[in-house]
């Protein structure tokens, strides 16, 4: 910045002359933005803000950026050197090899819940249920890998639904999107397959405090002094909604699998699963209603 001065504004060849080009280069800004945050993370946000693929901002590092860009660019940067998620500075996360659009309503999906949908195709159902939507991810990665099976998805926020309502349209799937408090719009209807990522963090646990869950919906992420609240009425309820044979599954915390295979024994699940994340982490459990 040059102070103004009764000269009057500076032109166009002295901001040359300070090497402050009006348009700078992709290379300008990665070198600019590395100061603050990590270059993976400029590049995609530079990639993000010019519609352009990994590729092509490799291939051009000399490209000029409009300044409009440029300042898009900027301000995604400052956000994300202040701790705000890549995926809702994008507004996108791959999960199961969809693009997923998310938005801070939504808890950003986690490569781990990814295990819920190697679940459903392991052993197709027919009628699905995914409780605690959000993003749709887990429900419309399910619908995308059985397009026989009949999905349903619940969520208490109407905000979410609205981003799994178009997450679902994108991905061009009939998914049927409920909202309401877990089993509690459902009446006495029944399922074969019941999948939940619940939330299932500790309320006073020092990881909500922590860099991008920060930012993420506390309500997906805490239920109670534990973190089993939601994970209990679930299990205790999943029973009348599944048919005979039918399986619940849902994740947990890595400090969880003991409670959770308690919980469905006690609820007189039979056939009790685990499955360890790419941590080596329990972090799936489930059974099945005899
Ligand atoms: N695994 C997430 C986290 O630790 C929590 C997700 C959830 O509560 N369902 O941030």
């Not at 590395?34 to 590092?61: D, F, K, Q, T």
């Not at 791959?94 to 998310?102: A, N, S």
Request: with cysteine.
């Amino acid at each position: 910045m040059t102070e103004p001065s009764w000269e009057g504004p500076p032109g166009r060849a002295s901001a040359a002359d300070r090497g402050e080009d009006a348009a700078p280069t992709v290379r300008r800004l990665l070198d600019e933005a590395r100061a603050s945050i990590p270059l993976r993370e400029a590049r995609l946000l530079l990639r993000h803000v010019l519609g352009v693929s990994h590729a092509a901002l490799e291939a051009h590092p000399e490209r000029k950026v409009s300044l409009q860009d440029t300042a898009s660019f900027r301000a995604l940067a400052a956000r994300r050197a202040a701790g705000e998620p890549l995926a809702y500075l994008t507004g996108h996360r791959e999960f199961y090899g969809l693009d997923i659009r998310v938005t801070p309503a939504v808890l950003i999906p986690r490569e781990e819940t990814e295990l819920l949908v190697e679940i459903a195709v392991e052993k197709p159902s027919q009628r699905i249920l995914d409780l605690g939507t959000g993003s749709g991810c887990l429900a419309i990665a399910v619908a995308k890998a059985l397009p026989q099976a009949q999905v349903t998805a619940v969520d208490a926020s109407a905000a979410a639904l609205a981003v799994a309502r178009e997450n679902a349209a994108r991905h061009g799937v009939a998914v049927r999107f409920v909202q309401g408090d877990w089993f509690g719009p459902l009446g006495e209807e029944r399922f074969d397959l019941i999948l939940a990522n619940p939330p299932y963090v500790a309320g006073n646990d020092p990881h909500l405090a922590l860099g991008d869950v920060r930012f993420e919906p506390r309500s997906a992420l805490a239920a109670g002094p534990e973190g089993l609240d939601d994970i209990r009425r679930i299990v205790a309820d999943a029973p009348a909604h599944l048919v005979p044979g039918g399986r619940l599954f849902f994740e947990h915390g890595h400090d969880q699998a003991r409670a959770a295979a308690a919980l469905l024994a006690q609820a007189g699940f039979v056939a009790i699963e685990q499955r360890r994340d790419l941590a080596g982490i329990l972090r799936v459990t489930g059974g099945t209603r005899p």
